[in-house]
């Protein structure tokens, strides 16, 4: 099974900064990478899709990006909202598995 | 517009058989694929398995032997059955769509006795 390594697994932050989450794949997943946002007692919300594609209706201070087999979702100027946990996907190959989760939280 | 609604016992017993139901609107199941996600209380989130369009499946090769997903298209309807229930299976399960844009509210499904 693929493993998707993702780190921190805690990440204190401000309004208004910029912090970055990585999932690392053990093998070859091409783009087929989803990070998703989940809020205490709702359902995952799909943030992007293709690695780096924004999913509707998503802020556009939200942006995924790749190197190599490290993949990474920034958010640009925090926001209150944003407080939530962030997880990764892999679905290229099944079983699909998720990265452990980063909990983002207020500093 | 689409929408899944899993529904099922809450509550199960040590050994026992699950099964769960979603039921979608919207979409057809014959078009579109239908995941199945857990997750534990507190605790992060695990796939299940997929019934394709076409009505193959793929498991999470860890509850392979346990887990069973089916469907009945005329209701749009899916199931899936797990039995050897342990307590480490209390969990809210989801299903969700084929591209993990809509998903259920989940159902909590607790194992005790």
């Known amino acids: 099974d693929i493993q998707m390594t993702q780190s921190p697994s805690s990440l204190p932050a401000s309004l208004g900064d910029r912090v970055t989450i990585t999932c690392r794949a053990s093998?070859?997943?091409?783009?087929?990478l989803r990070w998703f946002q989940q809020k205490p007692g709702k359902s995952p919300r799909l943030m992007i899709y293709?690695?780096?594609n924004l999913a509707n209706g998503v802020p556009s201070r939200f942006s995924g990006s790749r190197s190599g087999s490290d993949y990474s979702l920034t958010i640009n100027s925090l926001e209150s909202e944003d407080m939530a946990i962030y997880y990764c996907?892999?679905?290229?190959?099944?079983?699909?598995?998720f990265g452990a989760g980063t909990k983002l939280e207020l500093k | 517009q689409v929408q899944l609604k899993e529904s099922g016992p809450g509550l199960v017993q040590p050994s026992q058989t699950l099964s769960l139901t979603c039921t979608v609107s919207?979409?057809?199941?014959?078009?579109?694929?239908v995941h199945w996600v857990r997750q534990p209380p507190g605790k992060g989130l695990e796939w299940m398995g997929v019934?394709?369009?076409?009505?193959?499946?793929d498991y999470n090769s860890a509850l392979k032997p346990r887990l069973s997903i089916s469907r009945d298209t005329s209701k749009s309807q899916v199931f899936l059955t797990m039995n050897s229930l342990q307590t480490e299976d209390t969990g809210i399960y989801y299903c969700?769509?084929?591209?993990?844009?809509?998903w259920g509210q989940g159902t909590l499904v607790t194992v005790s006795s």
């Open positions: 969700n769509r084929n591209g993990f844009a809509y």
């Open positions: 919207g979409f057809s199941l014959t078009s579109y694929n």
């Open positions: 019934i394709w369009s076409g009505g193959n499946t």
């Open positions: 093998q070859d997943i091409g783009n087929y």
């Open positions: 293709g690695a780096t």
């Open positions: 996907l892999q679905h290229n190959e099944y079983p699909y598995t």
